[in-house]
T-cell receptor, first 116, second 114 residues
């Protein structure tokens, strides 16, 4: 089991360029998430998906789009990168989490993105 | 506002010593509290998860406590090792949401030195 994998590990973009980050999980999880982590702050949710073909906005969705065409994959797109999107991006996945359950999220290794 | 605070922001201890990290939260409605370890350049990895009715949870040399009345949690590390150097993140999950909605603390950076 590879768990959650992310591609690429590092990327440098110029302002205005676009790119797609790929997340893949082999645990048959229904839920998938994209977070960003910035210095001194907790991880913040960008978008999430509760199943194949579904996506929803999180706390900081502006400037990002997502797609979940297959259950195991969750893509994060930046259409026109800005310096404010310089961050470390983490993908996570989990089973369905009914209220009060113990289901937890499993995280990928992260993608370090720099926008100049 | 749902918020998770952690203290101290950073900590340096000698190998073999014990330490305690603190987490205060104002998250409602509360579902469970989790502690994650994040090594430099890696994703967070779960250490413990506690629901409302659990006061203590151990995972090897890591022991987490939860006081749901005062909305405080602590993570105690016993006999620290160099490999314990990492960021420790307190995460609180909300009840009754359509997905696993969680609030992350900023983390405590722990350095264990020889």
């Amino acid at each position: 089991n590879a768990g959650v994998t992310q591609t690429p590990k590092f990327r440098v973009l110029k302002t205005g360029q676009s790119m797609t980050l790929l997340c893949a999980q082999d645990m048959n999880h229904e839920y998938m998430y994209w977070y960003r982590q910035d210095p001194g702050m907790g991880l913040r949710l960008i978008h999430y998906s509760v199943g194949e073909g579904t996506t929803a906005k999180g706390e900081v969705p502006d400037g990002y789009n997502v797609s979940r065409l297959k259950k195991q994959n969750f893509l994060l797109g930046l259409e026109s990168a800005a310096p404010s999107q310089t961050s470390v991006y983490f993908c996570a996945s989990s089973f369905f989490a009914p209220s009060g359950s113990r289901y937890e999220q499993y995280f990928g290794p992260g993608t370090r993105l720099t926008v100049t | 506002k749902n918020q998770v605070e952690q203290s101290p922001q950073s900590l340096i201890i000698l190998e073999g010593k014990n330490c305690t990290l603190q987490c205060n939260y104002t998250v409602s409605p509360f579902s469970n509290l989790r502690w994650y370890k994040q090594d430099t350049g890696r994703g967070p990895v779960s250490l413990t998860i506690m629901t409302f009715s659990e006061n203590t949870k151990s995972n090897g040399r890591y022991t987490a406590t939860l006081d749901a009345d005062t909305k405080q949690s602590s993570l105690h590390i016993t006999a620290s090792q160099l490999s314990d150097s990492a960021s420790y993140i307190c995460v609180v999950a909300l009840l009754e949401t359509s997905y696993d909605k969680v609030i992350f603390g900023p983390g405590t950076s722990l350095s264990v030195i020889p």
